[in-house]
């Protein structure tokens, strides 16, 4: 029963997968955003007791919005829409079966040291497939999210994360770390919901650029 209910969330996301299918295509690029942690796994906690978990949801969730405001540019799908716990390997699954052409990992920082910031990008190092696209729009997102919202850039770097392991081969894809829960000064100003909206737009805005580029 505990196995049933734990992808009851993920076979939802798939029949939305499947409605796609039965549609004209059309010029739309297909973006999965990926909202990192959720459920019992809270991911970070920052200052004055915000979770990872709940500050990318935020962002996910408002990304939703303005491409819906801006006439759905994207048809852009997330992998989890509620506080929910989705496995790693079901997150990359849903990206695959949906024949996407960005993923997006969103995620905040946490250190031990009260002063670390800025914002850092992580592209896959398995060095095949789309390698080279997902490191082309981790800098090109990088630069307009640091621009937009003043944060300094602690660049885009190589990591053997699941998600992006799993995801290089056939989409281009990148993970996000939106700044430090663990500073006092992006703590505070990510967890503001018109920093929020303007993150999101940078991200949505810088997504739309570079994939068309």
């Known amino acids: 029963m505990k196995k049933v209910l734990k992808n009851v969330s993920f076979v939802i996301l798939v029949l939305k997968m499947c409605i796609i299918f039965g549609q004209e295509t059309d010029a739309q690029k297909r973006i999965v955003i990926d909202v990192g942690h959720g459920g019992k796994d809270a991911g970070a906690i920052g200052i004055n007791g915000i979770q990872e978990k709940d500050v990318v949801l935020s962002i996910a969730n408002e990304i939703l919005r303005l491409n819906n405001d801006l006439e759905k ?13 989705i496995s790693l390997s079901d997150r990359t699954k849903l990206a695959k079966a949906l024949n996407a052409d960005l993923f997006v990992s969103l995620h905040c920082n946490h250190s031990d040291n009260p002063d670390a910031r800025g914002i850092e990008v992580y592209a896959s190092r398995k060095q095949k ?16 999210l640091c621009e937009a919202i003043g944060y300094e850039s602690r660049g885009v770097k190589f990591a053997n994360f699941q998600v992006l392991r799993e995801t290089v081969e056939y989409c281009a894809s990148i993970l996000l770390e939106l700044g ?12 503001d919901k018109n920093h929020i909206e303007r993150i999101a737009l940078s991200i949505l805005l810088s997504i739309k650029k570079s994939i068309e580029l």
């Open 73 to 85: 540019t994207l048809d852009i799908y997330l992998t989890r829409y509620s506080d929910t716990l």
């Open 129 to 144: 497939g789309f390698s080279k696209a997902s490191v082309f729009m981790g800098y090109q997102i990088e630069r307009a």
């Open 180 to 191: 430090f829960l663990s500073n006092i000064d992006e703590g505070s100003y990510i967890s």
